[in-house]
Nanobody, 119 residues
Framework: QVQLVESGGGLVQAGGSLRLSCAAS????????MGWFRQAPGKEREKVAA????????YHADSVKGRFTISRGAAVNTVYLQMNNLRPEDTAVYYC????????????WGQGTQVTVSS
């Protein structure tokens, strides 16, 4: 069984920073890449950032460009999200996910970590 475990969420004032971490546990698996998503109350889930390993390609949503940075860890299937200059509208539950079965499809998901930005 595979688990993705997020950590690093919390409460921060506007303008502050947080670093989210996501690590896989359980059986070993190969992935095409990993990504971060978020969902705020009453809103649809939004893809925030993604890292595709074999292309060394990163994606950041327009809403977070210049403020958030996705990076890969030294361990396999580990990814981070550095979030700077946080805004109240960044408040959401943040999820990490992995593309395992095929490229472009996120198959494994973490339980999520809450990020709350106060004004």
């Amino acid at each position: 069984q595979v688990q993705l475990v997020e950590s690093g969420g919390g409460l921060v004032q506007a303008g502050g920073s947080l670093r989210l971490s996501c690590a896989a546990s359980g059986r070993t698996f190969s992935s095409y890449g990993m990504g971060w998503f978020r969902q705020a109350p009453g809103k649809e889930r939004e893809k925030v950032a993604a890292f595709i390993w074999f292309r060394n390609y990163t994606y950041h949503a327009d809403s977070v460009k210049g403020r958030f940075t996705i990076s890969r860890g030294a361990a396999v299937n580990t990814v981070y999200l550095q979030m700077n200059n946080l805004r109240p509208e960044d408040t959401a539950v943040y999820y990490c996910a992995a593309q395992v079965m095929r490229a472009g499809s996120y198959d494994y998901w973490g339980q999520g970590t809450q990020v709350t930005v106060s004004s």
